[in-house]
C-alpha cells in the first residue's frame, strides 16, 4: 500500500498534488509519502512483536538526511555498509547502540571512525577484516560487539546482481567454516562475539530461501552455543521484495515474514535484528518526470522524457519493471499503445521500458515512476553533466525540498584546476 492516489483526475502524494510539486521543483524530481515510510516500518515492527528486537532500515536504499531522521524518531536502528552512511545515520540523530556497521570492504578509517562514535555491533565478513578489526580496537581500548556473516549457500531466486547468500558470493564466510572462524574471532583481542549474520539477497518474493537460510542459522547457533559462544543476537538481513511488476504475484507480508522468523529461530531466546529498506523505502518514493517529445519512430514511437537513467539506473542496470503512469488520471477505458520510453542520455541504455502500453500522452505531460523510493537517489548520478535529481518529502497536505537541484555553476565549482592550468 502507499499514498500515492488519483483524486479528482490528479495523482495525489497523500494531499499533495503532484503537479504543484512539478509546478514548483521541477522534474525530474524524486516525492516521498512520510505515511507511507512510517506504515511500512511500524509494520516490521508489529510483525516481531513478542520477540525482543531491532529494526535496522538499510540505509543504503535511501539515505536522505530527513528520511534518516524521520525513521530513527520512530525508533528506526540503522544499517550502514560505508564510514558516509555511518555518518549520515549519526547526523541524523541515531545513537551508536542503534547502528549496524555491514559491508564487505571496512577500511581501518572507517572502523576508527565507528569505534570513535559508538555502534551496536560490526557484521564481519571475512577473516582478514576480523583479523584488521581486532587490530583496530586493540589499540584504540575498546572492546567492540561482533557477529560474523555466514552464507548459508541458499539461492534466493532474485536477480544475479542482488544475491549474495550463494557460495560463489563476495558476502561471508562459508557456513560449512564457521566454527573455526568463531573460534578464532574468541581469541582476538577486542572482539566480543555476540550473535551470528545472515543477509541471502534483495527484492525476495518467496519465503522459501528465508526459511532455509533461517534453519542453517537455527542449527549453527546450537553448535556455536556447545563450542562456548554466546549467540545473544541473530542478525537476519533484509531482502523482502516488493510488487515491482503487473504481474499477479504477491510478495509476502511483513506480517508473515515475521512468523517465520518465530517459527524458525523464535525458541533460541535471541535478540532478532532485520535489516529491511525496499519494502520499507521503495514504495513510498515516486520519480516525476515530464515529456519532452514524442517521437514517430520506424516501427516503433518513443517517449522521451526529462528523466534519464543518471536519475533512475534500476531499468538500465537490472532491467527492472517500474509501472510508469500519466500524473492526469486517463478517461475509463481509455486507448493506450505501445512506446519506448526513453531518457537523454548519450546511452541505448537509457531505456526504462520498451513497447510498454500507455494511454497517449504529449509533449510537457507529466508521468510518474512508481515504486521508486528505494535504490533511486541513492544510485542517481550527474553522468552527461545532469544535475543531481532533487528529492521531495510530503507530509500530508505540505512538502518540502529534502535535496535541491543542484545548479550548474554549483556543478562546476567542485571541479578545481591544477596551478599549471
Not at 19 to 27: N, R
Not at 240 to 264: C, F, H, M, Q, W
Request: charged fraction near 25%; glycine fraction near 10%.
Amino acid at each position: 500500500m502507499d499514498h500515492f492516489i488519483y483524486r479528482d483526475g490528479r495523482l495525489m502524494a497523500e494531499d499533495v498534488a503532484l503537479e504543484d510539486i512539478a509546478a514548483t521543483v521541477g522534474t525530474p524530481v524524486y516525492v516521498y509519502s512520510t505515511a507511507t515510510l512510517l506504515r511500512h516500518f511500524r509494520l516490521f515492527d508489529a510483525a516481531l512483536e513478542g520477540l525482543p528486537h531491532t529494526v535496522c532500515f538499510a540505509v543504503k536504499s535511501l539515505s536522505n538526511q530527513a528520511i534518516l531522521t524521520l525513521l530513527s524518531r520512530e525508533g528506526a536502528g540503522m544499517d550502514v555498509v560505508s564510514g558516509g552512511e555511518y555518518a549520515r545515520a549519526r547526523a541524523a540523530g541515531v545513537p551508536g547502540e542503534r547502528i549496524v556497521f555491514s559491508g564487505v570492504g571496512k577500511t581501518r578509517e572507517e572502523m576508527r571512525l565507528a569505534l570513535e562514535g559508538g555502534l551496536r555491533q560490526v557484521n564481519l565478513e571475512s577473516e582478514p577484516e576480523m583479523r584488521v578489526l581486532s587490530e583496530v580496537a586493540h589499540s584504540m581500548g575498546v572492546e567492540v560487539p561482533v557477529t560474523v556473516r555466514v552464507n548459508p549457500d541458499v539461492d534466493a531466486k532474485t536477480h544475479p546482481k542482488i544475491a549474495t547468500g550463494l557460495s560463489q558470493n563476495k558476502f561471508g564466510v562459508p557456513i560449512a567454516r564457521a566454527r573455526e572462524v568463531y573460534a578464532e574471532a574468541a581469541r582476538l583481542p577486542g572482539l566480543r562475539v555476540v550473535g551470528i549474520d545472515v543477509h541471502i539477497g534483495s527484492q525476495l518474493t518467496d519465503l522459501a530461501p528465508f526459511e532455509a537460510a533461517y534453519r542453517k542459522v537455527a542449527d549453527l547457533t546450537e553448535v556455536l552455543r556447545a563450542d562456548g559462544h554466546a549467540i545473544e543476537r541473530l542478525d537476519l538481513g533484509g531482502g523482502l521484495g516488493i510488487p515491482y511488476t503487473r504481474s499477479n504475484e504477491v510478495p509476502p507480508l511483513p506480517l508473515d515474514y515475521g512468523a517465520l522468523i518465530k517459527r524458525t529461530v523464535g525458541h533460541l531466546g535471541c535478540e532478532i535484528e532485520i535489516e529491511p529498506g525496499r519494502l520499507i523505502a521503495g514504495n513510498a518514493g515516486i520519480l516525476l518526470s515530464r515529456v519532452v517529445y514524442v517521437k514517430r519512430g520506424e516501427g516503433r514511437d518513443f517517449l522521451i522524457l526529462d528523466g534519464a537513467m543518471n536519475d533512475l539506473i534500476r531499468p538500465a542496470m537490472y532491467d527492472a519493471w517500474h509501472d510508469i503512469v500519466p500524473v492526469t488520471e486517463p478517461a475509463a477505458g481509455a486507448p493506450t499503445r505501445a512506446f519506448d520510453i526513453v531518457g537523454p542520455v548519450c546511452e541505448s541504455g537509457d531505456t526504462f521500458a520498451r513497447e510498454r502500453e500507455m494511454p497517449e500522452v504529449g509533449e510537457g505531460d507529466l508521468v510518474a515512476f512508481r515504486s521508486a523510493g528505494a535504490y533511486g537517489a541513492v544510485m542517481a548520478s550527474e553522468y552527461n553533466s545532469r544535475p543531481l535529481v532533487p528529492e521531495v518529502l510530503v507530509d500530508g497536505d505540505q512538502f518540502a525540498v529534502i535535496r535541491p537541484r543542484p545548479t550548474f555553476d554549483e556543478m562546476i565549482a567542485r571541479d578545481t584546476l591544477p596551478p599549471w592550468l
